[in-house]
């Protein structure tokens, strides 16, 4: 059959038949909003190259918080900035770090909100890297250890679930074992497992200080030309246990979401990192483009492709968009 007694204009003609075969939509129950947390009062300090994205201390924080709990997002994804960095990134493990005391005030208040909590090094390490340096190099089973005892405070203090950003090989089931031999079974790993070595982090870095010092993170992160090998990263991921997976980033990697979704229809989040969020706000703020139309365009896409969670800085301007 086809024209003309085929015409696909016909449903496109009016919203609400427009609205009867829309076959995606974006819901605020999608979103995950990441937040950074830093040391010291009445601070909310704004990232330069992030327009509308802050540091807040635990104080202004928790009024940000009002906001997202308000605008109904679910899950917030906590990034710290540590007051010391030395080069076994301490602090990401200290029960008084600054994630840990994030956690346990954001549940004195919003004991609904899901929190959940990136494991890594990088912020908290003098040289800048996702793992422990030996002889010059980032090894992979002495930063499993580290790994395992971040996972475990932040989980003591009261996180919902945890998310290892770090790409060491192994990390999942060893995070996974750490927390049932400590009574934490219940607890979920959401993994960073298909993450890229990626130039759309550059905002990131000034958010959360944590720009490596020498070389970059491609011994670690995956490469970008590579699909094959996100599919293989996700499969050990998932015999590890993790219960969701992820893509990093999202929006120049929305084939790596669709190959995923297709293979192993598994729970999948999608990072929509600095870099995208940072090129619309720059582009929107110059008249460039319809900041909003753009941004939900995007959201919509990433969803389109597969994902199921989208973790966005644009979470609250969405969620803002989606009660309209
Ligand atoms: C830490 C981490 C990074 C991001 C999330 N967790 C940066 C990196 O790997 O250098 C990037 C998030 C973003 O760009 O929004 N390893």
Redesign the pocket.
Same mark, same amino acid.
């Given at each position: 059959m086809s024209f003309p007694s085929q015409r696909l204009r016909r449903l496109r003609l009016r919203e609400p038949f427009r609205k009867m075969v829309r076959e995606t939509r974006v819901s605020v129950d999608d979103l995950i909003y990441?937040l950074f947390v830093r040391s010291g009062e009445n601070k909310k300090i704004e990232i330069a190259s992030m327009p509308g994205v802050y540091q807040y201390s635990l104080d202004t924080m928790v009024l940000e918080l009002e906001e997202v709990h308000s605008l109904n997002i679910p899950a917030i994804l906590l990034?710290g900035l540590p007051e010391r960095k030395d080069e076994l990134g301490s602090e990401a493990y200290s029960p008084r770090g600054i994630i840990q005391r994030a956690i346990k005030t954001i549940k004195e208040s919003y004991s609904e909100l899901i929190v959940i909590t990136?494991i890594?090094l990088?912020?908290y390490t003098t040289h800048g890297h996702?793992g422990i340096i030996e002889n010059g190099m980032v090894d992979n089973d002495h930063t499993l250890e580290i790994l395992c005892k971040i996972a475990l405070t932040q989980v003591k203090a009261g996180a919902d679930m945890v998310a290892p950003?770090?790409?060491m090989d192994g990390r999942v089931g060893a995070i996974r074992t750490a927390l049932d031999g400590a009574g934490f079974s219940h607890i979920p790993i959401m993994s960073?497992a298909a993450?890229y070595a *990626?130039h759309?982090?550059?905002?990131? %870095?000034e958010?959360?200080d *944590?720009k490596?010092q020498f070389g970059d %993170?491609r011994g670690y992160?995956m490469d970008p030309a590579n699909v094959e090998e996100a599919l293989r990263e996700i499969a050990l991921d998932i015999e590890e246990g993790a219960d969701i997976v992820m893509v990093?980033?999202a929006l120049a990697y929305l084939d790596v979401i669709s190959r995923v979704k297709e293979k192993f229809g598994y729970p999948l989040a999608a990072?929509n990192?600095?870099?995208e969020?940072s090129m619309v706000k720059a582009a929107g703020m110059k008249g460039m483009i319809d900041e909003e139309s753009v941004m939900m365009e995007i959201l919509q896409s990433i969803k389109r492709a597969g994902a199921n969670l989208i973790i966005t800085?644009f979470a609250k301007e969405a969620a803002k968009m989606l009660q309209k």
């Open positions: 990441p990034f990136d890594c990088c912020a996702c950003s770090d790409m960073y993450k *990626s759309f982090y550059g905002p990131f %870095r958010a959360a *944590s490596p %993170r992160q990093k980033p990072y990192v600095s870099g969020y800085y």
